[in-house]
């Protein structure tokens, strides 16, 4: 096995969703057939690596790891990061209604999806997705907490989002959201791509090394789950897709947010009363999901946003007829 542009470009696609809080890189894996190799090829980074690192058998670390097959997915993921950092952003800020929309339509195709792994269904299993269901709603609704800047909380953070990362459904950045970290970890890695900020690198490294602790303890206990509970797991992740849909949904109006000078909450029932406010300085503690003709954040968009869902939810179909016909071949 080579490098491969295919694992590349599923990579990429991960880097961006991963930029995108409420859009789970672990889902783009999960959909696109890699999920399980990505597994597989964290918890390779065991005590024997070590061992024969200091051996220096790196042939035997390479094959250990898969190494093909994650420099092709982290190198597009690298590329996806960066994508997504200045071009999704920008999406975000001027279109957000057919991003939202075409993320829409990935994830609940992925859920259909992912539930057709699941043979024959029974109480504990139907437990097992209500509770998926009800973890990713809850993720969804708790109100976003205040960042810090102290070393232990960005090393937490970096554990906290690399946990979610591999998990479908529910998504890294839309944890540092919650954990008021997203705006700190976004912008500093736009500052070193920019400016090679060094108190960004600072952030960053800190960050980076919570993300590797994490990586490699929770890679086991999805692994372990895997092997024992597998169609139990199936059954979990596609209750956290289902849930984790609340959040991507493409018309939300603020409903309520917390001046952080004042510790003041105010109710929010249109656009103008919330241009009174310096967007610098509030917080968003709730938004409320409406349809269409109630939205009024800004143009509802409503036909780019269905043509994005149908498109979304195409795409995962196509990647599920592809992966199909190359394990007949």
């Known amino acids: 096995m080579k490098f491969n542009v295919s694992t590349m470009l599923k990579g990429s696609a991960m ?16 959909i696109t057939g890699i999920y399980e190799d990505l597994l597989n090829s964290i918890k390779a980074f065991d005590l024997e690596l070590f061992r ?34 200045f071009v999704i952003t920008w999406m975000m800020k001027n279109y ?6 075409f993320f829409f339509g990935l994830v609940m195709a992925s859920a259909i999806l992912i539930g057709r792994h699941t043979d024959k269904w029974n109480i504990s299993k139907f437990i097992a997705l ?8 809850f993720i969804s609704m708790v109100s976003p907490a205040e960042g810090s800047t102290h070393p ?25 959201l919650l954990m008021g970290m997203y705006t700190l970890i976004i912008p500093s890695l736009k ?75 105010t109710q929010i029932t249109s656009l103008d009363l919330l241009n ?7 917080k968003i503690l709730k938004e409320m ?7 009024w954040m800004s143009s509802p968009k409503v036909l780019v946003t269905l043509v994005a869902i149908i498109v979304g939810f195409s795409i995962v179909l196509l990647m599920e007829w592809k992966n199909k016909d190359a394990s007949l071949s």
């Open 15 to 30: 880097g961006i969703a991963e930029v995108i809080p409420g859009v789970s890189g672990g889902t783009i894996a999960f």
């Open 52 to 85: 024969l690192l200091f051996r220096g058998d790196f042939k035997k670390i390479w094959d250990k790891i898969n190494g093909w097959f994650l420099l092709s997915l982290i190198s597009g993921m690298a590329a996806g990061i960066v994508f997504g950092i």
């Open 96 to 101: 957000p209604e057919p991003l939202w929309g």
């Open 130 to 137: 209500v509770t998926g269901v009800g973890i990713a709603l």
């Open 152 to 176: 232990f909380y960005i090393f937490l953070a970096g554990m906290v989002a690399i946990s979610a990362f591999i998990l479908p459904g529910i998504s890294g950045s839309f944890m540092l």
């Open 191 to 265: 500052s070193i791509l920019v400016s090679f900020d060094t108190h960004s690198m600072y952030i960053i490294a800190i960050f980076a090394l919570g993300c590797i602790v994490g990586i490699t303890w929770f890679s086991r206990i999805l692994s372990w789950l895997f092997v024992h509970y597998r169609q139990h797991t199936f059954v979990l992740l596609t209750g956290f897709l289902i849930g984790s849909l609340y959040k991507i949904w493409p018309w939300r109006n603020i409903d309520l947010i917390l001046d952080k000078e004042t510790n003041v909450a």
């Open 276 to 282: 009174t406010f310096d967007p610098e300085k509030i």
């Open 289 to 295: 999901n409406v349809m269409p003709a109630d939205y």
